[in-house]
């Protein structure tokens, strides 16, 4: 008698517990969406729009798909969808960033390349 005694309160936190996560589900992701919307913004630049414009557009569909799933009150695809802009924006930031890096490293070795040739073409004058 003693043993389900104990059990009741354990009993009772866990069914809380459940019910609380839940209902967290059900709340709007307000934060997430204010993240994505955050991320969305930084990424959208001439350089990302011109470096990785498919990417960009991914991440603006997603938000677009995640403003229309709370509409809908489905806050949990709104929740998914926006982590999904969120990591969908960084990769645009980040192939952006790598497609600048690629062009200025050809860049540099095609300024090398004109020198050497300046240089052996004075040397050998």
Same mark, same amino acid.
């Given at each position: 008698?003693? +043993?389900?005694? !104990?059990?009741?309160? =354990?009993?009772?936190?866990?069914?809380?517990?459940?019910?609380?996560?839940?209902?967290?589900?059900?709340?709007?992701?307000?934060?997430?969406?204010?993240?994505?919307?955050? &991320?969305?913004?930084?990424?959208? +630049?001439?350089? +990302?729009?011109?470096?990785?414009?498919?990417?960009? @557009?991914? &991440?603006?569909?997603?938000?677009?798909? &995640?403003?229309?799933?709370? @509409?809908?009150?489905?806050?949990?695809?709104?929740?998914? =969808?926006?982590?999904? +802009?969120?990591?969908?924006?960084?990769? %645009? @930031?980040?192939?952006?960033?790598?497609?600048?890096?690629?062009?200025?490293?050809?860049?540099?070795?095609? %300024?090398?390349? &004109?020198?050497?040739?300046?240089?052996? !073409?004075?040397?050998?004058?």
């Amino acid at each position: 008698m003693k +043993t389900h005694r !104990r059990m009741i309160p =354990l009993v009772a936190a866990l069914l809380a517990s459940a019910l609380m996560g839940a209902c967290a589900s059900r709340h709007e992701p307000k934060s997430q969406m204010a993240v994505a919307e955050a &991320a969305v913004q930084a990424a959208n +630049t001439p350089s +990302t729009s011109e470096n990785a414009p498919a990417e960009l @557009q991914v &991440a603006v569909s997603k938000l677009a798909m &995640a403003h229309k799933a709370m @509409q809908d009150k489905d806050y949990d695809r709104a929740r998914d =969808l926006a982590e999904q +802009t969120q990591v969908d924006a960084q990769a %645009a @930031q980040q192939k952006a960033q790598a497609v600048r890096s690629a062009k200025a490293a050809k860049d540099s070795a095609d %300024a090398d390349r &004109a020198l050497r040739e300046e240089l052996a !073409r004075k040397s050998g004058s």
